[in-house]
């Protein structure tokens, strides 16, 4: 298993640009979740998805989007990029999110993402 | 106020230390705590989980008091390897969307 991939590994926008984040996983996890971290604040949840088709916001959900059309994908736009969108955004999936204690969450690589 | 606080150290200690970070939650309605490791510029990956009677996981052990509101990870006979940072995270409600992530504790390991 690949586990959870994400890409692009890094990428510099220019403000205003839009672009997408990838994420997939092949555990066949129904939960997916997109985290950003910053120094000195921790991960911030930004969009979750608890199974193909429904997804919800996070903590900081302004100026993404997501969608979930497979069980698989994940991926995460942005709209029209903000240097306040600089940061590592961390993909992450689990089995499920019933939040018993039990649903691991396993992180993808990361994206780095610089905005000018 | 944080709702999970972290000392952000770095903690610095020789090989074959012991060492002990601690974490401070302000939900005291939380259910559920975990450490995770994150190596410098990788993903966080689960460390163990944190059971109200504390757990062990050979050179690790986890506590928990809920009364306090207060996590602890100690880790005997520090390895090179355990240089990392040390993420205290805490589930406040339900669902995994929930997870509150601390900030995190960084250890380096010295010869």
Redesign the interface.
């Known amino acids: 298993n690949a586990g959870v991939t994400q890409t692009p590994k890094f990428q510099v926008l220019k403000t205003g640009q839009s672009m997408t984040l990838q994420c997939a996983q092949d555990m066949n996890h129904e939960y997916m979740s997109w985290y950003r971290q910053d120094p000195g604040m921790g991960l911030r949840l930004i969009h979750y998805s608890v199974g193909a088709g429904i997804t919800d916001q996070g903590e900081v959900p302004n100026g993404y989007n997501v969608s979930r059309s497979t069980t698989e994908d994940f991926p995460l736009r942005l709209l029209s990029a903000a240097p306040s969108q600089t940061s590592v955004y961390f993909c992450a999936s689990s089995y499920s999110g019933a939040g018993d204690g039990t649903d691991t969450q396993y992180f993808g690589p990361g994206t780095r993402l610089t905005v000018l | 106020r944080k709702e ?1 606080e972290q000392d ?1 150290g770095p903690f610095n200690v020789p090989e074959g230390a012991t060492v002990a970070f601690n974490c401070t939650y302000s939900n005291s309605a939380s ?4 450490w995770y490791r994150q190596d410098c510029r ?5 460390l163990m ?1 944190v059971y109200s009677s504390g757990n062990e996981d050979g050179r690790f052990t986890a506590q928990l008091n809920r009364a306090s509101q207060y996590i602890s990870l100690l880790i005997r006979d520090s390895k090179l390897s355990d240089s990392a940072t040390y ?1 205290c995270v805490v ?1 406040k ?12 504790t960084r250890l380096q390991v010295t010869l």
Not at chain 2, 42 to 46: G, M, S
């Open positions: 999970v952000p259910q559920s705590f975990f990788k993903e966080p990956k689960l989980s993420l589930n409600g339900g669902t995994a969307s929930k997870l509150t992530f601390g900030t995190g």
